[in-house]
């Protein structure tokens, strides 16, 4: 079975502040890596995937995240938030053989003035 | 632009009344999901459609249904609500997830349900 962490469930932080959501995961075969956003009241938005390949993944709105295997890590990084970042941050795993996304619990990422 | 539409974006009901829920897209996908999301939690997952193939979680209770009559439309029926189905309810669609599962999942604004 999979299952997905994410160690932080609520980041306030500074506008133009550097800022990293972390997620790890657990599964004992490959899988795929998403970070997705919900602003309030809607949807979710795909930010970034990891699927193969580079490590460092470059997604939307200016964020990054590198797969670690070793550390089974997903982290999520941007070096200088803005206010519109405020919203909720999931992390998600698929595995090889399926399409159902197994979600962490979500951080949310406050951004102050 | 292609999208996934629900609607209505409100829906209040009563306690035990049959509501339904509709999600559209335009994208063309053959697998549409539909999840349970209540406050601060993460999105969990009713049952998903591949094509016609309806698939059922495990822990999903029997007053939940759904039915695609098309590609481009499924719904979600609520036989008889209670107040712990009060949540934002997502759809999202993906293409022929069989071949590979990394495609991701495009999702919609949700309808948010209330029960009185």
């Known amino acids: 079975a999979q299952s997905v962490t994410q160690l932080d469930s609520q980041v306030p932080v500074f506008e133009e502040a550097p800022v990293e959501l972390r997620c790890n995961y657990s599964?004992?075969?490959?899988?795929?890596l998403f970070w997705y956003v919900q602003y309030p009241n809607q949807g979710l938005q795909l930010l970034l995937k990891y699927l193969s390949g580079s490590t460092l993944v470059k997604g939307i709105n200016g964020f990054e995240a590198e797969f670690n295997k070793s550390q089974t890590s997903f982290h999520l990084r941007k070096p200088s938030v803005h206010i519109s970042d405020t919203a909720e941050y999931f992390c998600?795993?698929?595995?090889?053989?399926?399409?159902?996304?197994?979600f962490g619990q979500g951080t949310e990422l406050s951004v102050k003035p | 632009d292609a999208m996934v539409i629900q609607n209505p974006r409100y829906q209040v009901t009563q306690f035990g009344k049959p509501v339904t829920l509709s999600c559209s897209q335009t994208l063309n996908h053959n697998v549409m999901y539909w999840y349970q999301q209540k406050s601060s939690q993460a999105p969990k997952l009713l049952f998903h459609y591949y094509d016609k193939d309806f698939n059922n979680e495990a822990d999903t209770p029997d007053n939940f249904q759904s039915r695609r009559p098309n590609t481009s439309f499924c719904f979600l029926d609520i036989r008889s609500p209670g107040l712990g189905d009060a949540a934002m309810y997502l759809c999202?669609?993906?293409?022929?997830?069989?071949?590979?599962?990394?495609?991701?999942?495009?999702f919609g604004d949700g309808t948010r349900l209330s029960i009185l």
């Open positions: 999202a669609t993906s293409r022929d997830f069989w071949r590979g599962s990394n495609q991701p999942q495009h």
């Open positions: 599964s004992s075969v490959s899988v795929y």
């Open positions: 998600a795993v698929s595995v090889s053989q399926g399409g159902k996304l197994i």
